[in-house]
């Protein structure tokens, strides 16, 4: 365990975070995470993320540095650039962004002014804090107006975005999702937002692997701007990305620096060139498609459970569970499913009733266990570990047998990308 840590050098210098990095590792090593936000990254990646690239500033970009020294740091930006924008057929790429909201924010100062109308997913419907939330800058500098899913099928309502576009004329309408289990169909928000005379910004943070490996649509042909993180589906490191038609190119440098960010992190760079790399391979494409098919296995065997899955299934990496007719909330489900294991977290529902830190719903993702290499007939057995949990979230008993069956399933597939 503890070389597989990467926390030998440390275990002399600094004994006490060491033990909690190794905490950690068994932490990861011993529970199934179902967030759908997270995954296990490469030893490459990982490698990459260590080296002493994290000592050099290189405020500026490729060739118009305002160091020195700056240039192989050059070369291995560029290196990311031209890898991001191969993966995504996008004619610019900017690397730099520490993150999404980072790349959220910039793309916004880049494309619109304070005061100005945008037009997001509602946030129980799915949407991101940074799409409009009012605790969130996006919700204090612009005007927000929302969209959000239809009652009945709880899938994107595009005629209620069509209409609140023409109510609102929005500057910018942004599409993307942290919790839609569905396809979103960009081609219809290009052309809302091409009547509308409004520019179109899509988030895809959370399926960006699912794009790059071909099982989700892209929405490069229609947005004027793409953000994006790598930790997510594309199983890179903790980072951001904005991604834009050849025309906005500049403007999208410049909000991101100077104007919203200092020096890059070269090394996160470096694990983002890398990260694009492997997106650009053939394995990648059946990781992708892997993620999908398990999560759709999750989605029908919790259905079949008879638990109430948001939508009635998913098109991607993640589904949604409605708990309210088990009467219980988010937080609850969360708690339960911790103590046996089972790392997932709490998530409003559309409609929902209760705040988000209680929340009505439970969102389950395939992303990390997928890289882990749980076949589909494990990822029904989570499902159905998953619901003995909900089912009798105070038994001890019942509790056990879960953390057994757990562990069990853990020892089967040790943590990736440590060797
Ligand atoms: N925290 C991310 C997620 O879990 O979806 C969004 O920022």
Do not use: W
């Amino acid at each position: 365990m503890a070389s597989h840590s990467s926390c030998d050098s440390l275990s002399s210098l600094d004994p006490e975070l060491a033990a909690l990095v190794r905490r950690e590792h068994e932490r990861q090593a011993t529970t199934i995470d179902l967030i759908a936000s997270e995954n296990h990254v490469s030893h490459a990646v990982r490698t990459a993320l260590a080296t002493l690239l994290t000592d050099k500033y290189a405020e500026g970009y490729p060739g118009r540095r305002y160091y020195s020294g700056c240039g192989v740091v050059d070369q291995v930006e560029t290196l990311a650039i031209t890898r991001a924008k191969a993966v995504f057929g996008a004619d610019h790429a900017n690397v730099q962004p520490h993150a999404g909201s980072q790349a959220n924010f910039a793309a916004y100062q880049a494309l619109i002014t304070p005061g100005a109308t945008i037009l997001g997913m509602d946030r129980s419907h799915g949407g991101h804090l940074t799409h409009g939330a009012e605790v969130n800058f996006s919700g204090k500098l612009f005007k927000v107006a929302t969209y959000g899913v239809d009652r009945v099928t709880e899938r994107i309502d595009y005629e209620q975005l069509r209409a609140m576009a023409r109510q609102h004329r929005p500057a910018l309408i942004v599409a993307g999702a942290s919790s839609y289990p569905r396809i979103i169909d960009f081609a219809v928000f290009g052309d809302v937002a091409r009547e509308v005379g409004a520019l179109l910004m899509v988030d895809v943070a959370h399926i960006a692997g699912l794009i790059a490996g071909g099982v989700h649509p892209s929405p490069v042909p229609y947005a004027d701007v793409v953000t994006g993180t790598t930790q997510k589906t594309l199983r890179g490191p903790r980072g951001g990305f904005i991604l834009c038609k050849a025309q906005h190119a500049s403007l999208i440098d410049s909000a991101v620096f100077p104007g919203s960010q200092g020096g890059p992190l070269m090394h996160v760079i470096a694990a983002k060139a890398v990260c694009f790399h492997e997106a650009l391979q053939p394995a990648f494409r059946t990781y992708a498609a892997a993620i999908v098919s398990n999560a759709r296995v999750m989605a029908e065997e919790l259905a079949a459970e008879g638990l109430r899955v948001i939508s009635g299934g998913t098109d991607n990496h993640l589904a949604l569970v409605d708990l309210t007719p088990l009467d219980m909330t988010g937080k609850q489900a969360q708690d339960a499913l911790e103590r046996a294991g089972i790392i997932a977290n709490r998530n409003s529902i559309p409609f929902d009733t209760r705040p988000p830190m209680v929340a009505g719903g439970l969102r389950v993702g395939t992303p990390a266990i997928t890289t882990r290499g749980f076949s589909a007939e494990e990822v029904r057995t989570v499902a159905t570990l998953v619901c003995r949990v909900l089912r009798a979230p105070t038994s001890e008993t019942v509790r056990d047998d879960v953390h057994r069956s757990v562990l069990e399933l853990c020892a089967r597939h040790p943590l990736p990308g440590l060797d």
